[in-house]
């Protein structure tokens, strides 16, 4: 009896300790990750000057906002707008487009639940999957000069389980130069055809991830109509945006915050 006793309060307690470990990340991860960007932006009202020309920034961000397209049976929530910030980045000005989902939905009920809960202590409340898609512009010429986004793993709209995938596209000389970074360390090249200032992207998956559309497709068919809106440092705060995906441009976060992205 006595050994039956003992073992139900240290499985008590080490239950109770577990309970309050997880307890004490979830507050953690709540509670961090709503810091400032660490790199300079240009202000909306900004001219640039590209090609010879001088161009009002927000002529420019219309100019190349990427297009993107939804396959024809899919179940993605609402996107609710695509957010853009731009940035000196030395002989080209990178144009960061942020789209932002309402949510993302996994195709399983309960999964998705989980990962919606996840999302929530992460991110925080209310929960938006947003994306990016960066584009630079050559100031001499006003070429596409370097393109980064993220692709995916899966093999179609509804797979459970994906990896994103880094994808970054380098003009060289004449070509432009995809290199895919894969999670075992290797790296995949091939050259890909830009011939327009607006990218076409399919989104390949439920958690919206890209593909770059390099001519027509019979299989991305449904276009996603979106207003461009400048991000303020306060959504940029709100959102969490340096806990999430991003290109060249990195928000700097404390230890704590990385400790917790380990998590």
Same mark, same amino acid.
């Given at each position: 009896?006595?050994?039956?006793?003992?073992?139900?309060?240290?499985?008590?307690?080490?239950?109770?300790?577990?309970?309050?470990?997880?307890?004490?990340?979830?507050?953690?991860?709540?509670?961090?990750?709503?810091?400032?960007?660490?790199?300079?932006?240009?202000?909306?009202?900004?001219?640039?000057?590209?090609?010879?020309?001088?161009?009002?920034?927000?002529?420019?961000?219309?100019?190349?906002?990427?297009?993107?397209?939804?396959?024809?049976?899919?179940?993605?929530?609402?996107?609710?707008?695509?957010?853009?910030?731009?940035?000196?980045?030395?002989?080209?000005?990178?144009?960061?487009?942020?789209?932002?989902?309402?949510?993302?939905?996994?195709?399983?009920?309960?999964?998705?639940?989980?990962?919606?809960?996840?999302?929530?202590?992460?991110?925080?409340?209310?929960?938006?999957? =947003?994306?990016?898609? /960066?584009?630079?512009?050559?100031?001499?010429?006003? +070429?596409? @000069?370097? $393109?980064?986004? #993220?692709?995916? &793993?899966?093999?179609?709209?509804?797979?459970?389980?994906?990896?994103?995938?880094?994808?970054?596209?380098?003009?060289?000389?004449?070509?432009?130069?995809?290199?895919?970074?894969?999670?075992?360390?290797?790296?995949?090249?091939?050259?890909?055809? =830009?011939?327009?200032? /607006?990218?076409?992207?399919?989104?390949?998956?439920? +958690?919206? @991830?890209? $593909?770059?559309? #390099?001519?027509? &497709?019979?299989?991305?068919?449904?276009?996603?109509?979106?207003?461009?809106?400048?991000?303020?440092?306060?959504?940029?705060?709100?959102?969490?945006?340096?806990?999430?995906?991003?290109?060249?441009?990195?928000?700097?976060?404390?230890?704590?915050?990385?400790?917790?992205?380990?998590?």
């Amino acid at each position: 009896m006595y050994e039956f006793v003992k073992i139900a309060v240290i499985s008590a307690l080490s239950t109770g300790l577990l309970l309050i470990l997880i307890i004490t990340i979830s507050a953690l991860c709540f509670l961090i990750g709503n810091v400032p960007r660490s790199y300079p932006v240009l202000k909306p009202s900004d001219l640039v000057i590209v090609a010879g020309r001088t161009v009002a920034l927000d002529q420019l961000i219309s100019t190349f906002q990427p297009q993107l397209f939804l396959p024809t049976k899919n179940n993605s929530p609402p996107i609710l707008t695509m957010w853009w910030e731009a940035i000196d980045a030395g002989n080209s000005i990178a144009l960061v487009y942020h789209p932002v989902w309402q949510d993302e939905r996994h195709p399983n009920p309960i999964l998705h639940w989980l990962y919606y809960a996840y999302r929530a202590i992460v991110y925080g409340i209310p929960v938006r999957d =947003i994306e990016y898609i /960066q584009i630079n512009i050559n100031y001499l010429d006003g +070429s596409i @000069q370097k $393109v980064r986004y #993220e692709a995916s &793993s899966a093999i179609s709209y509804d797979d459970w389980i994906i990896q994103h995938i880094s994808i970054t596209i380098n003009q060289i000389g004449s070509q432009y130069i995809e290199t895919t970074a894969l999670h075992n360390q290797t790296q995949k090249v091939r050259t890909v055809q =830009i011939n327009s200032q /607006q990218l076409r992207f399919g989104i390949t998956t439920w +958690s919206h @991830q890209f $593909v770059l559309l #390099e001519d027509g &497709s019979e299989k991305y068919t449904v276009p996603v109509d979106v207003s461009l809106e400048y991000l303020t440092e306060e959504n940029f705060i709100k959102y969490k945006l340096a806990q999430r995906s991003q290109g060249d441009f990195i928000a700097r976060v404390g230890m704590i915050d990385r400790v917790a992205n380990l998590l």
